[in-house]
């Protein structure tokens, strides 16, 4: 797959399929669109491609974050690889693309620039300056200048269409595994590992900690059952998501213990997949009485896995 992050670094390309959104996610219903494009190429025997943003339109409209990510940029790439993507345009979205008029957009981005011979795009694609274009502009277009347009109805589970705002909000309320149905996968993050107040393994829990990272959305405080991946390895374990109310540390932070595991790996990279949540944070009376929770919350995380495996 060839990545083009700039509109004047696009050149030398052939014909294309291209889908077009923000595929925040590549949710069920993105992967959806994009494998509809992709087997269109083959047919065709053009070059398949995606168009999208690295940044958020709707953050660069309002001048701060409004919109937290879903998925980081080098998992998109890798996703979009194994979807069979032969071009990747992931350009800024920036004053002068915001600018551009619709009937511009079309001409002088998708169909010189991309060399759009036909494309795909969900029901509710918009684009232009002030988001002015839709659909049938696109469709009005491409019946007049020679290129097809293929509109794909929403994806819709257990009566529920299926989007981006929706995913972040289950995330947001501790549903993960909710939200994998819609997803596709578990819901990730990933970060550093950094030092904590080291409690979790004075009382026989160590934890590898790693910080909020603010441009992801992040699920509600509480415990949750994980899998760890570290060195292209995956690890069993629970998770905790928030302040640590018992010990009075008041910083957030995201808290794994990882089952049968005991390497030092501070200032390492993890990623940690949300599965389950198994309880709200809260508050107990003492440390001992939070080491029997703990001890009972890993019982019911291990026998998770087991019945998974």
């Known amino acids: 797959m060839k990545i083009f992050k700039s509109l004047d670094d696009i050149g030398n390309i052939k014909d294309t399929v291209v889908a077009l959104g923000n595929f925040d996610g590549i949710h069920v219903g993105h992967r959806e669109l994009i494998r509809r494009a992709v087997k269109s190429a083959k047919i065709s025997g053009i070059k398949s491609a995606v168009f999208t943003f690295n940044n958020h339109p709707k953050n660069v ?3 701060k974050r409004v919109v937290k990510n879903i998925m980081y940029y080098d998992e998109k790439v890798e996703m979009l690889k194994s979807l069979g993507i032969d071009y990747l345009f992931s350009v800024d979205f920036d004053y002068n693309v915001s600018h551009t008029e619709p009937e511009d957009f079309i001409q002088n981005i998708l169909m010189d620039k991309l060399k759009m011979k036909e494309a795909y795009c969900g029901f509710n694609y918009r684009f232009g300056y002030k988001a002015q274009g ?4 696109l469709m009005k277009v491409g ?4 290129f097809s347009l293929h509109v794909m109805d929403p994806v819709r589970i257990r009566g529920e269409v299926v989007s981006s ?3 972040r909000k289950m995330i947001e309320e501790g549903n ?4 994998r149905l819609f997803l596709g996968r578990n819901y990730t993050i990933g970060g550093e590992v950094v030092r904590g107040n080291m409690i979790g393994r004075t009382i026989g829990f160590p934890t590898s900690n790693i910080l909020i990272d603010e441009s992801m959305v992040t699920p509600s405080n509480g415990v949750y059952i994980t899998r760890c991946n570290y060195n ?4 069993t374990g629970i998770t905790n998501v928030g302040i640590k ?3 009075g540390d008041n910083k957030r932070v995201i808290e794994t213990h990882i089952f049968d595991f005991n390497k030092d790996i501070y200032g390492r990279e993890i990623k940690v997949e949300f599965i389950k949540k198994i309880r709200d944070e809260m508050k107990f009376p003492s440390v001992d009485d939070l080491a029997k929770q703990i001890d009972l919350d890993c019982r019911t995380a291990r026998e998770y896995h087991e019945e998974e495996e």
Not at 134 to 137: A, G, W
Not at 143 to 146: C, I, K, M, P, V
Not at 232 to 235: A, C, R, V
């Open 61 to 63: 409209i309002a001048g």
């Open 134 to 137: 839709d659909t049938n502009l």
């Open 143 to 146: 019946q007049r200048r020679g």
């Open 165 to 167: 705002s929706l995913i």
């Open 176 to 179: 993960v595994d909710e939200c």
């Open 232 to 235: 292209f390895k995956q690890y």
């Open 245 to 247: 109310p018992t010990i």
